[in-house]
């Protein structure tokens, strides 16, 4: 049999010892406990800096437990494969899907293969403060019904899905980047530049999802694109030609160009381009790396092409975007 009961997560230390049978902490909301055991993330145990209205945490995301949180969650997928579990039903998770969570709304991971997510964590308080702006943001309409209930008192309707070209993701990353660095400034000032730039994200955000509101699906029913489709999402750096996917799809040529631009809206050599971007972009973040070694990395033989294709995809080139990163605030 199993207890319905919700283990709640307020410190560091909770979140280490996991004791269930401790009286939970008060708080000034009471999260619904029907339903099979989860874990309540409170607000306080992520937003250690009470004036910050964002957390942004990068990370390789593992199977986890059902869980709830005192906050709205934003999330990026950059890579990997996982399934994104519910009490009652789940959905499949790849490179480019996003989603998210408002309210109370109780979610889990499960089958997490290389999954690489980008968390957004944002206060319910910063939807209430700038609920009339909000509104008026082009493509909000898409995850309004999720941001109307961001006040954190009810559950909000299930997370949808939403999927982001290679060049739109690699847009969300570089602005969630941005923000990543102004959290950790203790300059004066941080919190208004903070809400200022997750204004801006917002803005991007919605117009991405707007632009390819469904995630990919084939016309007709057939998977063999999607299937090449996770393929290559899953090793963005390999060359794969159309050939390739001709011989593992059994379709002919055209009916597979045609198949894979209505799911991606891209030419497969488009998408394959623009996932290889994408994988630059994140290792340029990471640092530690020079732009010829990322450059041989993700599959360009000249350096030159390179900072070519990405100043077009990114708006901007690999030296730029690097130096941004080696300036960060604070």
């Known amino acids: ?10 410190t560091r230390q909770d979140a280490i010892k996991m004791r269930p049978a401790a009286p939970a902490p008060p708080l000034h909301r009471n ?17 250690h800096r009470p004036a910050l209205p964002v957390v942004v945490r990068p990370t390789f995301q593992d199977d986890s437990v059902l869980h709830q949180h005192e906050f ?10 996982a399934r994104h579990a519910f009490p009652r039903r789940s959905q499949t998770l790849g490179a480019g899907d996003t989603f998210l969570v408002a309210g109370p709304q109780v979610h889990g991971y499960r089958d997490c293969r290389g999954l690489r997510v980008v968390n957004i964590l944002i206060r319910h308080e910063f939807f209430v403060r700038h609920a009339e702006l909000l509104r008026h943001l082009p493509g ?14 009810r559950a909000g309707p299930a997370p949808k899905r939403f999927h982001l070209a290679p060049d739109d993701l690699a847009l969300c990353l570089h602005k969630a980047e ?38 990919p699906a084939v016309p007709g ?23 390739d996917m001709v011989a593992a799809t059994r379709l002919p040529t055209r009916t ?24 630059a972009a994140r290792l ?12 041989d990395q993700t599959g360009f033989a000249y350096v030159s092409y390179f900072n070519r294709m990405f100043r077009k995809i990114t708006g901007t080139t690999p030296a730029v975007f690097a130096g941004r990163r080696r300036g960060r605030p604070g």
């Open 284 to 295: 340029l973040r990471e640092g530690g790396l020079t732009i010829k070694e990322i450059a």
């Open 178 to 215: 941005a923000i990543l660095l102004q959290t950790r400034s203790r300059r004066r000032g941080t919190e208004t530049s903070l809400h200022g730039l997750l204004l801006d994200f917002l803005a991007t955000y919605s117009q991405c999802v707007s632009r390819h509101p469904h995630p």
């Open 72 to 81: 709205v969650e934003l999330v990026l997928v950059e890579k990997g494969m």
């Open 221 to 243: 029913g057939t998977g063999e694109v999607e299937a090449v489709i996770h393929q290559m999402e899953a090793r963005p750096t390999a060359a794969l030609s159309v050939n």
């Open 31 to 47: 999260p619904p406990t029907d339903g099979p055991v989860t874990q309540y993330w409170a607000a306080s145990y992520i937003f």
């Open 256 to 279: 597979l160009q045609r198949r894979f631009r209505a799911a991606t809206s891209f030419t497969p050599h488009q998408y394959q381009l623009r996932l290889r971007i994408t994988e």
């Open 1 to 10: 049999m199993v207890m319905n009961k919700t283990v709640f997560i307020q």
């Open 140 to 153: 909000i309409h898409h995850v309004l019904p999720l941001l109307q209930a961001a006040d954190g008192r």
